[in-house]
């Protein structure tokens, strides 16, 4: 029986057609409500198709505004078209949230060029001024242009990086190469070093965010690819924009939304995807969410994050005094230093502001102002919490008297 356990699974009808049409990597053929951005990109990379250096370009833009999506596009489109034109074009992607350091984005633009039975830059062990001379004769063998996207380049470690890289065309004779970051931070070329911006001399775009009309057609299209005919309830995709629209128009929040809802669904044994199914995803989405953010706070941040639940279960009202007796109790238990208020209150406003807890200052008359807390669902969050080896055992801790004088 174990033997077959996928047997049945495998079989069963599958509301999907191409799932992977709904993940934020597929780059689709159409990219509705972006043609601007296009056309304004591919003008400036126009002059690679004529062997000329194109400008460098900053896109910003919120989260899932398509910024990826359309520089990966035009990647595409300008190696296509170099091919017809035998006009040498290349293009390289790197994330730097995954490849951030100096040596490593040095190293991954150096090896895009390199045969595989040349020598490659190894992962670590080279000094950075032999990686940028190998990246330089790499580049400079293709007697061609290169655009060189940096994706979330903002998670950049120091601005050495994008200095070197902005210099390259100096060291080049037969070659051009030209950048373009991607970031969801619009000041972030406001802290780079006056060098570094001297030699960037880029271009900027701002993508905005999406509609809830906008994300309706995005949908649309991605769905009929996605999905066996007549398995979308009619109201499902404009649920999922619509809910999507609130979150700044986030076009990979609708995508997850329309994709998780269609596995509750088929693990469900249901042969069509409605309204109940996006509900139960937005709450999935969500809760994975929290879990992600919650697993990656620092241990005081947890401790305050743990005495708002206890506070908020006992009291059921809490403000940031009765929080703070809490967690000085925590810490005195776990055996960890005890932050000052101010400190703690910064952690609240910290937590508040990632949507863990709501922490909104009332007035208490001639008391002053306080801070209400409340948790968004705390017993998940506690159960969360209490598994972390670094928290104190709460399970017979009883919280101090709550304060008269609210």
């Given amino acids: 029986m174990m033997k077959d356990i996928f047997q049945g699974l495998i079989e069963a009808n599958t509301i999907f057609k191409n799932k992977e049409v709904l993940r934020p990597s597929y780059v689709p053929e159409v990219l509705p409500h972006r043609e601007r951005q296009i ?28 910024k990826t999506a359309v520089a990966k596009f035009m990647g595409k489109q300008l190696m296509e078209k170099g091919k017809q034109l035998g006009v040498e074009t290349n293009f390289v992607y790197i994330n730097c949230e995954i490849v951030d350091t100096q040596y490593r984005v040095l190293q991954n633009v150096a090896n895009h060029f390199i045969n595989i039975w040349e020598e490659r830059v190894p992962f670590t062990g080279w000094p950075t001024d032999e990686v940028y001379r190998k990246l330089v004769e790499s580049i400079e063998s293709t007697k061609g242009v290169a ?3 940096l994706d979330e380049v903002d998670k950049l470690k120091g601005d050495e990086v994008l200095y070197n890289l902005s210099r390259l065309n100096y060291d080049l004779d037969k070659a051009r190469i030209s950048i373009i970051g991607i970031s969801n931070d619009l000041k972030f070329t406001e802290f780079l070093d006056p060098r570094v911006k001297s030699s ?10 999406y509609s809830a009309d906008e994300l309706c057609d995005i949908l649309g299209e991605r769905a009929k690819k996605a999905f066996r005919e007549d ?26 939304l329309l994709r998780v809802s269609a596995e509750i669904a088929e693990r469900m044994g249901e042969e069509r995807v409605v309204e109940k199914h996006v509900r139960m995803a937005e709450n999935k989405i969500e809760m994975d969410r929290v879990k992600e953010i919650v697993k990656t706070l620092p241990i005081q941040s947890k401790l305050v994050l743990m005495a708002a639940i206890i506070g908020d279960e006992t009291y ?16 005195r238990m776990k055996g960890i230093n005890i932050l000052t208020q101010r400190r703690v209150a910064d952690l609240i406003s910290e937590l508040d502001m990632l949507g863990i807890i709501n922490a909104r200052v009332v007035s ?43």
């Fill in 231 to 256: 398995v979308i309830e009619n109201n499902v995709i404009s649920l999922c924009a619509a809910l999507a629209a609130q979150e700044h128009g986030d076009a990979r929040r609708a995508l997850d």
């Fill in 316 to 331: 059921g009202s809490l403000n940031t005094g009765e929080l703070f007796n809490i967690y000085r109790d925590l810490c």
């Fill in 39 to 66: 056309k304004e990109l591919a003008s400036i990379l126009a002059p690679a198709l004529r062997g000329e250096t194109p400008s460098n370009v900053f896109i910003y833009g919120k989260t899932g505004t398509g």
């Fill in 200 to 209: 960037l001399g880029q271009e900027n775009m701002v993508f905005p965010p």
């Fill in 364 to 406: 208490k008359g001639r008391y002053g102002r306080t801070r209400e807390i409340e948790i968004s669902t705390p017993l998940k969050i506690k159960e969360l919490l209490t598994r972390d080896e670094a928290m104190p055992d709460v399970s017979n801790y009883k919280p101090p008297m709550q304060s008269k004088l609210l």
């Fill in 147 to 149: 655009v060189i996207v």
